[in-house]
């Protein structure tokens, strides 16, 4: 029986079929992952690139919430280095790059001129109160004729910086439908303050819902001439640079609105009375303004730069109809014109929250309807998570095209989908609850959007111990890789099998006796089976496959060699089991399947060779027409240098 086993486990071994492997992406409600158990942040790690993505905790999966969008995260802290991603419904990576100065802020997808970009601020947070001094940056997903390199997919398509010298700001930016961007802006500016109250031992002499009072005792005030960090926002058009229209909050706002206690007010370390994080343009060319420090909305006529009305803050022109509920908040961020609602309903994140008054217990997404004629606020809706996740900082609020609502919680690693009447649908966690308000994990939004990722880069193959891995960074599109194989690298390449794709990365198993040739490439196919790009060909002739990962044996370089062994091995079988030495010849028999086992002539990948995508990470800019330059695959009469891809034939497995 023992004998007859090994026979058949032999026979089926020379089977030319690959198996798939086995995924595992992220963590659905796990303990140990909230823990910390796993780390302070979990991380997808992967064979076939270098980029790694962050390992998502789903406490209710986004695959009930899949709406063929993808998850968009800046994920930045204490534990980790800053990078921008993009995540499917799965968890699984769809791209990321790291490849930008300093720390990264609010990636995400608009439209500009009729085409999707992605946008992206980076650089240096670490100005002020929570602003900084970097640049935007504008990546698009398609080929062009002259590009810059963001990285090895994707293309820079330019970068944007604040006019008249002024740092950019992170906070916000948005493109407009007529071509131009808003971006926020913050200039240290001299100022009065003797008329203010000083912060007496970090607290908050400043109550909320209490109007100012000045100080009544002058040892107390700030200083005749002090220093404050003010907040601005520009209008520019994106084509030519040329600064359209510039806003301050100081000509407006008086110091005495803010929140914020006056810790320092020097040149070095100034004072941040209004902290604007978000801006809006409305059809009426009017901006909608979040300021943070005065607890405020405002909306600014959009010629003169006046005040047309604020909601919240000391200064409020609305009666609230909801106790309270729908003008005060604390530490808001991300204030919208609700879509659909005419600007007649706002919606923002109300950290209920600030680095000055955190006595709280939960943040919250809340919708707000606006009765211009009564001058008047109502709490429509408002989103709380059940967790009672509480964030002192950042955070977004996105209303999604089918009228659900996605919460990100900012300085804590959480993203929470809700239907329109707050029932939480969806919830995922991208570090562990345990940390929460740490700082260990944060991103300052979390957002979703349609994207189709079209990279330039080639798909990336590697053999690792008894395992081909592939994947193809920022691509979308891919729905199943066809595996090639030939002879000579300049010879025929001739279809092996097609693997479905499965995750960011595919992991194939060979299985034992697979007859593979000498040079295989993998090829990426679309959902119609149309080929998108081809990787490079690894050559597997000078090393050995080994079930087991890293076994040695004699080498066999050619399939002839293989089937020699195979009959060899049936005809010491039967002179065996003639004689009646069945059990010498089962031993001898499994001893041969282990020579054949590691007698494969497949490429194992070790740490210190070369890999296939070695050679991606090391091209030069500008190169994005070389996809399939020295690449020498069965179709290349199809591809077209010029114009890429014409006419591809569809494959039939």
């Not at 970090?202 to 109550?207: A, F």
């Not at 994106?238 to 020097?266: C, V």
């Not at 070095?268 to 409305?282: A, C, G, L, P, R």
Request: include cysteine; charge should be neutral; glycine fraction near 8%.
């Amino acid at each position: 029986m023992f004998c007859g086993l090994s026979f058949a486990c032999f026979i089926v071994a020379t089977i030319s079929i690959l198996a798939t492997a086995a995924h595992d992406e992220a963590y659905h409600d796990s303990g140990r992952y909230n823990a910390g158990q796993h780390g302070d942040y979990v991380e997808q790690r992967f064979v076939s690139t270098k980029s790694t993505a962050p390992k998502l905790n789903f406490m209710r999966p986004f695959t009930n919430c899949n709406d063929g969008t993808y998850l968009f995260l800046a994920p930045r802290g204490s534990v980790m280095n800053s990078s921008v991603c993009i995540l499917d419904a799965t968890g699984s990576l769809v791209w990321t790059s790291s490849d930008f100065e300093g720390q990264a802020y609010n990636l995400q997808v608009q439209q500009y001129l009729g085409k999707d970009y992605l946008t992206f601020w980076a650089g240096d947070n670490s100005l002020g109160g929570g602003h900084g001094d970097g640049k935007h940056y504008m990546v698009h997903q398609w080929r062009t004729e002259k590009c810059l390199q963001l990285d090895q997919n994707y293309n820079l398509f330019r970068t944007i910086t604040a006019a008249n010298g002024l740092a950019t700001d992170l906070h916000s930016f948005s493109i407009t439908p007529a071509g131009t961007a808003l971006l926020t802006v913050y200039e240290v500016i001299e100022a009065d303050l003797s008329g203010l109250p000083l912060s007496q031992g970090g607290g908050r002499p400043i109550l909320a819902n209490i109007p100012f009072l000045p100080p009544s005792d002058p040892s107390f005030a700030g200083p005749k001439k002090g220093y404050v960090w003010d907040s601005v926002f520009q209008e520019i058009d994106l084509e030519t640079g040329k600064l359209l229209f510039q806003w301050r909050a100081s000509d407006h706002f008086a110091y005495q609105q803010s929140y914020e206690p006056i810790r320092s007010a020097t040149q070095k370390e100034s004072w941040d009375w209004f902290h604007i994080n978000s801006v809006d343009k409305d059809d009426t060319d009017n901006y909608l303004i979040s300021a943070r420090h005065l607890r405020a909305v405002a909306n600014i006529d959009g010629r003169t730069g006046e005040v047309l009305w604020q909601l919240g803050g000391r200064s409020g022109s609305f009666k609230d109809r909801s106790a309270g509920t729908a003008i005060q908040y604390i530490g808001q961020h991300d204030a919208h014109w609700a879509p659909g609602s005419n600007q007649t309903a706002i919606t923002m994140f109300d950290n209920r929250a600030d680095w000055s008054d955190h006595q709280e217990s939960q943040s919250r997404g809340t919708r707000i309807h606006l009765d211009f004629e009564s001058m008047t606020a109502t709490l429509v809706t408002q989103y709380k998570h059940t967790e009672n996740v509480y964030s002192v900082s950042q955070g977004s609020y996105q209303t999604l095209p089918n009228g659900n609502v996605l919460l990100g919680y900012g300085n804590n690693p959480v993203l929470t989908e809700f239907a329109a009447n707050g029932t939480i649908l969806c919830d995922a966690y991208f570090g562990p609850s345990k940390g929460w308000t740490s700082g260990n994990v944060q991103s300052y939004r979390a957002l979703k959007f349609g994207w189709v990722g079209l990279p330039t880069g080639r798909p990336s193959l590697v053999i690792k111990g008894d395992t081909l891995y592939v994947s193809w960074l920022g691509s979308t599109e891919v729905r199943s890789w066809l595996i090639q194989h030939s002879t000579r690298s300049s010879g025929k390449f001739e279809a092996l099998t097609t693997i479905a794709k499965d995750g960011f990365e595919t992991s194939f198993i060979p299985r034992v006796g697979a007859e593979v040739r000498q040079h295989v490439q993998v090829l990426a196919l679309d959902k119609a089976r149309n080929i998108l790009a081809v990787s490079d060909t690894v050559n597997l002739a000078n090393a050995t496959w080994s079930a087991a990962g890293n076994a040695l044996g004699p080498q066999f370089e050619t399939d002839y060699e293989y089937r020699q062994l195979a009959k060899l091995s049936r005809d010491l079988q039967r002179l065996l089991m003639f004689f009646g030495l069945a059990l010498p010849s089962s031993c001898l028999l499994c001893w041969l399947c282990l020579g054949a086992r590691t007698s494969r002539s497949f490429h194992v990948v070790r740490s210190h060779e070369k890999r296939s995508d070695d050679t991606l990470w090391a091209r030069p800019q500008a190169r994005c027409h070389e996809l399939l330059a020295d690449s020498k695959p069965m179709w290349t009469s199809v591809i077209d240098g010029k114009r890429g891809f014409q006419d591809v034939p569809r494959y039939a497995t």
